[in-house]
Each structure stands twice: as C-alpha cells, then as structure tokens.
C-alpha cells in the first residue's frame, strides 16, 4: 500500500511563509494526479489544489495566487508553497492520490495562521 507522509506545517504569522511536503513510498507522482485538501473543525475537507500528471494546476478561489503547488518527480516529493498566508487558512492540510478506487491519505499537517 502506498504510504504518503506530510511535513513542513507550524505557526506562523499572518501574511508569512510555509512550505509543505508530501513524500510517498513508492514512485506515483509521474502517473498520478495529486491533491492536497484541508480541514478545519466542524467544516467539511475542502479541495485546495491539485496538480495532474500532466503537470497541469488548479486551486481553490480562495487560495488562487497565494499558493503554489508543484512536484519533484526524482524525489517522489509534491510541494505546497504558502505564501501571504491569512488566518482563514488554518486548517490540517492533507495530500491525497486516487489510484484506481482507491483514495490514499497522509496523516495531515497542522497549519496555524495567527492574526
């Protein structure tokens, strides 16, 4: 089973940097599309950005030119760039591959913006 692991969440400042990272077991992001979503309590996981195969991106309107989502094929590593972050954007943030039926999830990553 394909195990993905996230790292680079923490407290920063309204208006500061993060960069997140999520690393799987086995080489997938050359063939598959990945997502990274979040959640915060009460609210249902929203979809924040997704970057396919093909390398092509989308993100959430309310993420659109602050985040960045991007990959290093080699390292088998996709890569969330935060940037002007707000206080509406702390959430655990989670990666996310669909392999066939399959959904496969990290653990997730505390992001936690103070105004």
């Known amino acids: 089973q394909v195990q993905l692991v996230e790292s680079g969440g923490g407290l920063v400042q309204a208006g500061g940097s993060l960069r997140l990272s999520c690393t799987a077991s086995?080489?997938?992001?050359?063939?598959?599309?990945v997502n990274w979503y979040r959640q915060s309590p009460g609210k249902q996981r929203e979809l924040v950005a997704t970057i396919t195969s093909g390398g092509n991106t989308n993100y959430a309107d309310s993420v659109k030119g602050r985040f960045t989502i991007s990959r290093d094929i080699a390292e088998n590593t996709v890569y969330l760039q935060m940037n002007s972050l707000k206080p509406e954007d702390t959430a655990v943030y989670y990666c996310?591959?669909?392999?066939?039926?399959?959904?496969?999830w990290g653990q997730g990553t505390q992001v936690t913006v103070s105004s």
């Open positions: 996310n591959v669909k392999i066939y039926i399959t959904n496969y």
């Open positions: 086995e080489r997938i992001f050359s063939t598959r599309a």
